[in-house]
């Protein structure tokens, strides 16, 4: 490493940008002080080259130092060689400076004899080597050596274990098709059954940690690793450690508590929430086609983005060649110099060849592209997110607006919601994604500023920093939850953006306490059941990796990890990312039929000329019923606005009695 300070300068970023310095392999680490003012004051005394000093110098693999073409300042200033080196230890094949117990004052400089001569370490920029310099460089390059271990190691694993991360990865998948399976015929059963799996895994994690504790406890020892843990992260460590175990044993202890209060206080609303999965699990029984329909969205997301980056790399490579003439007159009196200066353009005649290459320029216009290029990033990526929630909503919305089903179900509904929001709808999403958009793009610039000033010490500008990307935090959160349900609505009703966002608040106003009660907890009840299926997965995967699991072990070869936990993350995260794409649908479903629920308890009141369209077992819970149901009353009040009219997805009823 030429420079080590380097390291110093760039701080926390080395994890990520490693030390901005040339970094070569060499033989053996340097066992002495070298400085290349050394080398320079010894060869001016003699006024020759000296091949035995230059051999002390640690160059590029192409460079020759012995070559007398350059001065050793020139090869330490073109970076060609090192400006100097310390005593240094090989730790894990990397030269890590040693010289700490030869510093008495960190603040001096360090310096070191050589011929009876006292020399002073410097580097390319003649600046003094001080220890506090040297030790504050070694800090970062034992975190940046750290990392870079950690993270080589943990590549080792993935490669050597991943086909079975992908066997996971495809057991997840078949998980999350098993559940929506079972919750399309046994909501009820399963949403209970997810309860006790919840509070049964939660038990055994108290057990197991409580248990590894206790155990440890009793051992009362530790084993101790040779290498220092500065320069080398090894979870076996810390998992060998009792206060890990107790952690989570009272991390995992806590939330079971929690869930455990929670639950009680919420068992009679929990019933209702389980109703609203019941007809949510009806609806995508009766269109399937809408647990495959996140795929398009995803893919249209990536093709985007696809063509996004090839844009900005495009934009980012604007810049034309630039070329000037040079004219060896110099003379500050002749007006012909100031004319040579002008830019010029090679060609084939005797000014063209005295023009020359000297920059790529006419960038002026990348800067203010790139930042339009962000926008309309964030602002394509919300309209897709905006065009899949209205086409979910429109689906499920024909679903609930039936009042025979299956029957008046549109034989295509996603397939029919998705023209209707392209026909009827584009321009509300269009709006309602630039808002996010814009509220996004704000985010971004106060994420700038506070980079900018983070080392400013005027503490009020920094509180009204963090005052104004909290209160665009909630903004936009707000935003979030009030477009989704105003995508809802214009998926049932058909009016645009404003007037959709304006009824969906004040909906929600009215039935605050059914929206946190109901909503949030049927929200909470499909989180629940990802966690389930995610923490089914990662026990299994913990237990496999750790080898605990041998009942394959004459048919698989396990292969040997430096950490176990890695793979069992990776599938961990993977499990979690598909069920929020298949959970999500659900979610989707759930906060459809809810407010199509609360507009039909808003709009209609159970006589013949306003039936509820709700199920029977809302209907029961609720203590609501249909009476006097005419055929001839029916047809006016579904009417009002048609999919032809304003892309409205109540298809006309039946002329019969609902069963």
Known sequence: ?????????????????????????????????WSFIQTVALETAVNKVLASEREKMICKYNVDPQSAAKTVQKYVKDGDCAAYYVKTTSVMNYCVPSIFVDIVNLAADITYQYNNKSYAITDSGNSSVTGRKLSDASYYLSLFYQVKEFVDLVFKDILASWWMILVGCFVSLLLCMLWMFLLRWLAGIMVWATLVCIYGLLSFACYYCYNEYYRLKALNATEEYGISQAFAMNFNYYLSLKKTWLAFGCATSTLLILLLFLFLFLVKRVCIAIELIKEASRAIGYMFSTLFWPLVPFLLQVIFLVYWVASVIYIASMGHSQYYSNATNTSTNNINYYLSRVPCQPDNSTLGTLCEFVKYGGNEYVIPMEVFMVFMLLWTLNFIVALSHMTLAGSFGSYYWSWEKPKDIPAFPVAMSLFRSFRYHLGSLAFGSLIIAIIQLIRIFLEYLDYKLKDSQNKVAKFILICLKCCFWCLEKFMKFINKNAYILIAIRGKNFCISAKDAFFLIMRNSLRVIVLDKVTDFLLFLSRVLVTGAVFTMSFFWFKGSINFFDNYVVRPNLNYYLAPVIIQTVSTYLMTCVFFGVYNMAVDTLFLCFLEDLE????????PYFMSKGLMKILGKRNVGNSPSSRPAHTARVTPERRGRPLPQPRAQSRA
């Open 1 to 33: 490493m030429f420079d080590i300070l380097k390291c110093a300068e760039t701080g926390l970023a080395v994890v990520s940008l490693a030390c901005p310095t040339t970094r070569i392999c060499v033989k053996t680490c340097p066992s002495e002080y």
């Open 603 to 610: 709009m209609n009141d159970g006589t013949a000329e306003k």
